[in-house]
């Protein structure tokens, strides 16, 4: 059963190949469990201590995410995931910006 803040069966899919697997060491814990953890702690913004146990150990989700976000694991599936989705022309790449609410730092200003 999939629940609210978890990944669809469509969604792991796409983003299963880019996760790193372990080669040696002991036995891990489910990468989709622990991505699910990563998921409803980033969707519900409550800290990994206190993610509900069918996560596995917070511990792991926290040390895995840390990891992941070192390594740039995250830059490179939304890079890979947005190439497949350019192909298939699932992203309209039109942009537009509204200077009047875009504020520049004073120190962002050309040095004279």
Request: proline letters at 5%; glycine letters at 8%.
């Amino acid at each position: 059963m999939i629940r609210r803040h978890e990944l669809t069966d469509r969604e792991w899919d796409l983003l299963a190949p880019l996760i790193p697997r372990a080669v040696t060491g002991r036995p891990r814990a489910s990468g989709r469990q622990v991505s699910n953890g990563m998921v409803y702690k980033i969707r519900t913004g409550i800290s990994c201590r206190d993610l509900p146990e069918r996560y596995g150990p917070w511990q792991t989700v926290y040390t895995r995410f840390r990891r992941y976000a070192t390594d740039g694991v995250f830059t490179r599936a939304l890079q890979q995931i947005q190439v497949r989705a350019d192909a298939a022309g699932g992203i309209d790449w039109l942009v537009q910006i509204d200077s009047t609410i875009v504020r520049a730092h004073l120190h962002a200003a050309a040095p004279g």
